[in-house]
Nanobody, 119 residues
Framework: QVQLVESGGGLVQPGGSLRLSCTASGRTFSNHDMGWFRQAPGKEREIVAAIYWSGGYTSYADSVKGRFTISRDNAKNTVYLQMNSLKVEDSAVYYC????????????WGQGTQVSVAS
């Protein structure tokens, strides 16, 4: 089992920045790929960014490329999502998730943190 706890959400004005953190406990964090997902009211959950277990590969949704950066610190069992130039449409509940290296399924999920972008 991997337990995930997100933090760092909040209310920010358009154009502002937030950094989300997700700290893992349980099984070896460094053996898991990590992803950030989001879900807005009335919309399906979508993947925002992902990072391989080693940190050597990252991917982003087209809607956040150039604005969001995913990173991880395996020594701290933490994955981050730096969000810059936030837009109203970025408002959602953000979840971090983990999958064992080599698996296609994110089996472990955090409880989510709310990000609201509004003036």
């Amino acid at each position: 089992q991997v337990q995930l706890v997100e933090s760092g959400g909040g209310l920010v004005q358009p154009g502002g920045s937030l950094r989300l953190s997700c700290t893992a406990s349980g099984r070896t964090f460094s053996n898991h790929d990590m992803g950030w997902f989001r879900q807005a009211p009335g919309k399906e959950r979508e993947i925002v960014a992902a990072i391989y277990w080693s940190g050597g590969y990252t991917s982003y949704a087209d809607s956040v490329k150039g604005r969001f950066t995913i990173s991880r610190d395996n020594a701290k069992n933490t994955v981050y999502l730096q969000m810059n130039s936030l837009k109203v449409e970025d408002s959602a509940v953000y979840y971090c998730a983990a999958r064992i290296r080599g698996s296609a399924v994110y089996a472990y999920w955090g409880q989510g943190t709310q990000v609201s972008v509004a003036s």
